[in-house]
């Protein structure tokens, strides 16, 4: 039996992709090389869009929501000689608090993407599809519906018959591999050691609770991230790269604790492994049917918590063109909008993230950061005695601030099309750190709290999945009006004529993902 869309990769892209379809009317078989989600502490900065995006299928997204840590206890990066010893300087981690209700529904969230993928796999299968695990992905011919892939399960092979191929597979993705798309960009910037470790901290954060400890000791060094539940801690550590072995668990013990003050906790040390940070785009995001999303199409640095949302970006923007197709209500051109779309999005992520890993430099070359490990801890001692090191310091701090506000990006990215009136704005730290809504075609619709029925809603919950709509103002004549302001809603606030300074004649043309398509009248 032939399946609309076989998804290889269930990590959050694919899970999202495999969701979209199915609320879309799409059957699909997602499978996966793993034998279970994911284990360890990956991803864990959650955006509004990619909630927006969730929220829109149907998920529950305060139940998800839910499992996410508090900004009270996620709130904050900080910068420490050890965590439990000096605090050097503190940022706030973007914008979560509730005055961000006014832009988002749902703003930011820290949920780590092992707790995240379990809660994805539920929903699929409380839909009837279940995550094929331990499912390898080997290689796929076309035929005249699509394509015929072969899957690796244990020592068997089996064929799984589908009209579309998404790869969702990560960064060192197979299926685009075996259609030959090369990457762009450099692919080895800085090598690092992860130890994911469970230890009751508290006493060490003490008044200071955040998401990321940057750690300045030239004996440790790298960062300290918490990831909730119980006592959760990964420890990323710049690795040697002569080293090819793994260390033993004594060695992770000691790494470890060099990143902390003296402390009495017990630390149970739950996984080890290596990862290389990279700044790279696919040539291509399209060969026929076979299209990549996420880490298979980008790989940013994790500067910016960009990669995660950016894949949920993708696949939101490719699903609901891959319905029309099916559908018969567009042809196959408007699958090259995917990648005019979404490739300039990812280069301006891309560009962003690499800009704030560089720009951390900084902090550590006002801490006086030297070859000599015994020097650079002798500098660090100076430097936090001078009042005029302090202050290069806390400016050198105070400009990271980009990397940990980037509202503009996660929310406020346009499209480029022939209804866009004005070009792409340059990237700039305004850019990134500001979100302003605007109903220039291509952006987003701007969120806005209404009345429905005496319900309130967001008003991008009057965009369906599965079609455009058009959003008139009370006055406005024509026949296609999908929702009128005064009939079908009410605007208590004003988010017509204020937030999208609309006139009443005026209407809006919005597309399944959400996003501008036209401005009438």
Not at 151 to 168: F, H, M, P, R, Y
Not at 326 to 333: I, K, M, N, P, Q
């Amino acid at each position: 039996m032939t399946t609309d869309i076989l998804f290889v990769g269930a990590g959050p892209v694919g899970l999202t992709g495999a969701l979209l379809a199915h609320e879309l009317g799409l059957t699909v078989r997602i499978i996966d090389r793993r034998p279970s989600t994911q284990r360890a502490p990956a991803a864990h900065v959650i955006n509004a869009r990619t909630f927006e995006i969730w929220r829109q299928i149907g998920l529950d997204v305060n139940a998800i929501r839910s499992h996410a840590q508090t900004p009270e206890k996620a709130g904050h990066v900080h910068w420490v000689t050890r965590l439990g010893e000096t605090v050097i300087g503190t940022l706030p981690y973007e914008q979560q608090g509730d005055d961000n209700f006014d832009i988002t529904p749902t703003p930011l969230r820290n949920l780590s993407q092992h707790r995240l993928e379990p809660l994805l796999t539920e929903e699929l299968r409380q839909r009837g599809i279940a995550v094929e695990y331990s499912s390898s992905y080997v290689s796929h011919v076309e035929t005249d519906s699509g394509f015929t892939s072969t899957v690796q399960v244990g020592d068997a092979l089996s064929n799984i018959e589908s009209t579309w191929l998404i790869a969702c597979d990560g960064a060192s993705s197979s299926v685009r591999q075996s259609v030959g798309i090369a990457m762009d960009g450099p692919d080895n910037l800085q090598q690092f050691n992860m130890f994911h470790f469970q230890a009751d901290l508290d006493a060490l954060v003490g008044s200071h609770p955040g998401i990321l400890y940057w750690i300045c000791d030239p004996y440790s060094g790298g960062a300290l991230v918490s990831h909730g539940g119980d006592n959760e801690w990964v420890y990323m550590m710049p690795a040697d790269g002569a080293r090819t072995e793994p260390f033993t668990d004594e060695e992770c013990f000691t790494h470890i604790r060099r990143a902390l003050a003296p402390t009495d906790s017990e630390i149970t040390l739950l996984r080890q492994s290596s990862w290389t940070m990279t700044s790279q785009l696919a040539q291509s995001y399209r060969i026929g049917r076979v299209f990549l999303a996420g880490d298979a199409a980008h790989r940013f640095p994790p500067t910016g918590g960009m990669g995660l949302n950016t894949g949920v970006g993708d696949i939101h923007n490719l699903m609901w063109k891959i319905s029309e197709v099916e559908r018969g209500s567009a042809d196959d051109e408007l699958l090259n909008s995917y990648e005019s779309e979404r490739r300039v999005i990812a280069e301006r992520n891309a560009q962003a993230s690499l800009e704030n890993a560089f720009k951390m430099f900084d902090v550590f070359m006002a801490l006086g950061i030297d070859p000599d490990k015994e020097v650079s801890a002798k500098n660090l001692v100076a430097a936090l005695n001078s009042a005029e090191s302090l202050a290069s310091i806390e400016t050198a701090i105070n400009n990271q601030a980009t990397h940990f506000n980037m509202i503009g990006l996660q929310i406020g990215y346009r499209y480029m099309s022939e209804h866009s009136t004005t070009p792409l704005e340059i990237l700039t730290d305004e850019l990134i750190t500001t979100y302003r809504p605007s109903v220039e075609p291509g952006n987003r619709l701007p969120h806005g709290w209404l009345e429905r029925n005496g319900e309130i809603i967001s008003s991008l919950d009057l965009v369906p999945l599965h079609s455009h709509v058009v959003f008139g103002g009370s006055q406005y004549v024509g026949e296609d009006c999908d929702v009128r302001l005064g009939t079908d809603f009410t605007d208590s606030n004003n988010w017509w004529s204020s937030t999208l300074q609309l006139l009443p004649h005026q209407a809006l043309v919005v597309r399944p993902d959400q996003h501008i398509e036209q401005i009438r009248g």
